[in-house]
């Protein structure tokens, strides 16, 4: 038993918190976060070269990692910074191209954006609800909140073809692209086709979408784990030095007990999040990530409803980072499944 | 990062596993299983079996006084291992808690006096802290002991005091000087429970049980050889027993064997001609607690890794207080929920002896729901728990 990270991925871990320290401090992130492209596009590149993409693909694609903690020291420490550089469609897509066995150097070197199509507005998370088609290389449908869509140079779309669910790249440029920025910062897209030209890259890809919608939602657990911790340190922070009441208002029972509650909650946060991601690759895969999404949305959710209850009318300013980490706590949830559809996918072992 | 367990780790797993197989008599195994009464012959026996292995004291003495040096990982292993074997618990007050504090605390005399007749099963201890005015305030307790001679002379009243029915002697926190602060007034003495003056009145639990006692000193008279450590020492005392009394805070072991047994009792119970387990809404109630139960485990492990690497488990061992004790009686709610309206017959003989009108693992359910309301509060109440984690780990 070991909980401690490898030299290789906390060395990793800090290069990435430097840099996101240094180029991505709090009055640049609120800036560009929401403003399109939605992230600092020419940081792209300089936060590929840390080898944050690298670390999220196996040797054999051509990365250095892709392992549960590789996903997990990443996508926290994005977490913790708040990034809202798109590293979650890029890895969905990486996963993706892996499966498929097909070449990634472009993407994972940063010279060429990638964003995963698949969810739709009435399946937002349910593979089979899928109503893209694809018929002779032309798609037709709508995908909805593609996440990093917004400036994406290729699509990897899931549609419908025959009975199966096959993978198809689409070119940004003969799609119909709308993008758009999110409540919580960072960009996402609808992509509209119309007998939109696709080049088949799985014919059944339905293995691959759930893998890499389990790679997503443990990036999620991770980078969520990471926003709590900042959002806990602000908290404290906060109830140590605001005075009300001639004393620090963390002297106060009522909102001690609270707080306790919330470190209870992260400490369970984090042990679901590392046991999802010691399931990586294993047939439990797909039931202990269930299992940390569901946790996570709860969890998520809790931090941020507490921080900005206990940080008060503070934490409905924008000017207040707490406000922008509690946006993105409470809006992972409803990303590649949330709390209650995580649920259903664990109660569907109990029926046998 | 690494959750699995080493080679050697697993091969005392199996140890224990073959252990308790071989061991383990089969009508304890099965009393411990539906939640039975256990008679003092019935721990005092499985004491023996333990003794004579050599891990009677194993979880909880270092090698010097006849434990096994057992690492914080191997003891969780042992305790995991004898929940899901259906094993009787270790009856703490000696092995636990008396055992730790007169290895650390005790004169040599005191060692080698009390502790062989801890391990032989010669005496069996109970705990005199709480007081009718001092739970969660346990400084404020006001039980006095007043030197008189070479004796201290005791009157007050102790409660709460477990198994103390079977006792032969109370491990006791008095006071022993009334200005300063309260704490600094306290001490703790070894109180045989054939003096002259004592009392001890049983109180009938919530769902009907025996299980604690009230204690009642009048004119007590204790040599004053008795007292552990120095005089108004008790308190340094019982904290030094609280952080021992963290093993196993967490009850994971038993939180396991609780959800086996709620999936099987909702798969078995019927709802809408369907099994319950079906039921959507019960088994997102089912789901919820699985997923708090294993992320637990996985907490648990983390504070045991820490506890091995750094030493002492930290102040962080609180939140297994609070989270572990939750979770149990969440399941327990879940368990009695799901047998539903036959949940409500009193337990009584011959419920036990009935398994036509009752199957015997559902007879305590309803009772195993209510007294597991103590979790939360005993060992130091949850808010409690939550005051040391405000101080020592939030620094508030």
């Known amino acids: 038993m070991d909980f401690s990270l490898t030299e290789d991925r906390r060395m990793l871990s800090d290069s990435l918190s430097r840099f996101l320290a240094d180029k991505y401090p709090y009055d640049h992130r609120a800036k560009v976060a929401y403003e399109a492209p939605f992230h600092d596009a020419a940081l792209w590149g300089e936060m590929c070269e840390i080898g944050v993409l690298y670390a999220l693909a196996p040797e054999d694609a051509g990365g250095f990692g892709g392992a549960g903690f590789d996903i997990t020291t990443v996508f926290e420490t994005l977490g913790r910074g708040l990034s809202p550089a798109p590293v979650l469609g890029t890895l969905l897509a990486s996963r993706l191209l892996t499966a498929a066995g097909a070449d990634q150097a472009s993407l994972l070197d940063g010279s060429v954006r990638y964003a995963a199509a698949i969810g739709e507005l009435d399946a937002p998370y349910d593979l089979d609800g899928i109503e893209t088609t694809a018929e002779g290389g032309k798609l037709t449908g709508r995908k909805s909140v593609v996440y990093g869509g917004n400036d994406a140079e290729v699509f990897l779309v899931a549609a419908k073809s025959g009975g199966t669910l096959a993978l198809y790249e689409v070119k940004a440029e003969d799609a119909d692209v709308t993008g758009y920025g999110m409540i919580d910062g960072g960009g996402a897209a609808e992509l509209f086709l119309d007998g939109t030209p696709g080049t088949e890259v799985l014919s059944d890809a339905r293995a691959a979408l759930e893998d890499a919608l389990d790679a997503g939602r443990l990036a999620l657990c991770a980078e969520a784990v990471g926003a709590m911790d900042a959002t806990n340190e602000m908290l404290l922070e906060y109830l140590r030095t605001r005075k009300q009441f001639g004393v620090p208002i963390g002297k106060f029972q009522a909102l001690q007990h609270r707080a306790v509650d919330l470190v209870t909650e992260i400490e369970q946060a984090r042990s679901i999040t590392i046991l999802a991601a010691s399931k990586m690759g294993t047939p439990e895969q797909a039931h202990f990530v269930a299992m940390a999404k569901s946790l996570i949305g709860r969890a998520a959710r809790l931090v941020a409803e507490e921080a900005i209850q206990m940080h008060g009318g503070i934490a409905m300013t924008w000017e207040a980072a707490v406000s922008h980490y509690a946006k993105r706590l409470v809006m992972i949830d409803a990303q590649l499944g949330d709390e209650d559809y995580q649920l259903e996918r664990v109660m569907a072992g109990y029926a046998a | ?396």
């Open chain 2, 1 to 396: 990062m690494d959750l699995n367990f080493t080679r050697e780790e697993e091969e005392f797993r199996d140890e224990v596993r073959t252990f308790l197989d071989e061991k383990l008599p089969d009508d304890l195994a099965e009393k411990v299983r539906i939640g039975g009464e256990l008679e003092k012959d019935d721990m005092e026996r499985w004491h023996a079996i333990l003794n004579e292995k050599g891990w009677l004291a194993a979880p909880f003495w270092p090698k010097e006084f006849g434990g096994q040096g057992w690492t914080p990982v191997e003891r969780h292993i042992f305790e995991e291992e004898c929940a899901r074997a259906n094993a009787p618990r270790i009856v703490p007050f000696g092995l636990a808690m008396l055992g730790p504090v007169l290895q650390k605390f005790g004169t040599k005399a005191q060692q080698e006096y009390y502790l062989p007749r801890i391990l032989d099963g010669t005496d069996w201890w109970c705990q005199g802290y709480s007081e009718p005015g001092a739970g969660s305030d346990l400084a404020s307790l006001k039980t006095r002991a007043v030197r008189e001679g070479d004796e201290y002379v005791i009157n007050g009243q102790k409660t709460w005091t477990t198994l103390g029915q079977h006792a032969d002697k109370i491990f006791c926190l008095v006071r022993t000087k009334t200005d300063g602060k309260p704490q600094e007034g306290i001490s703790f003495i070894l109180v045989d429970l054939d003096t002259p003056g004592i009392e001890m009145r049983p109180i009938k639990l919530i769902e009907g049980g025996h299980e604690v006692n009230e204690v009642f000193f009048t004119d007590v008279r204790v040599p004053a050889e008795n007292l552990v450590g120095e005089e108004n020492q008790g308190w340094t005392i019982a904290k030094f027993l609280l952080t021992h009394e963290r093993t196993n805070i967490a009850g994971v072991g038993f939180s396991m064997k609780a959800l086996e047994e709620l999936k099987a009792l909702a798969r078995r119970m019927k709802r809408h001609g369907r099994p319950l387990i079906e039921n959507p809404l019960f088994a997102a109630r089912i789901a919820n607690a699985e997923i708090e139960l294993e992320a637990m485990k996985i907490t648990n492990l983390r504070m045991l890794y820490t506890a091995q690497t750094q030493g002492a488990p930290g102040p962080e061992t609180s939140i297994l207080k609070i989270k572990g004790t939750v979770i149990r009686q969440t399941l327990n709610d879940l368990s009695r929920r799901a047998l539903g309206p036959a949940a409500a017959p009193f337990p009584s003989e011959e419920m036990f002896g009935n398994a036509a009108l009752v199957a015997p693992e559902d007879v305590n359910n309803a009772a195993d729901y209510f007294n597991n309301r103590k979790l939360s509060i005993f060992g130091g109440s949850n808010e409690i728990q939550r005051n040391i984690l405000t101080k020592a780990m939030l620094e508030l």
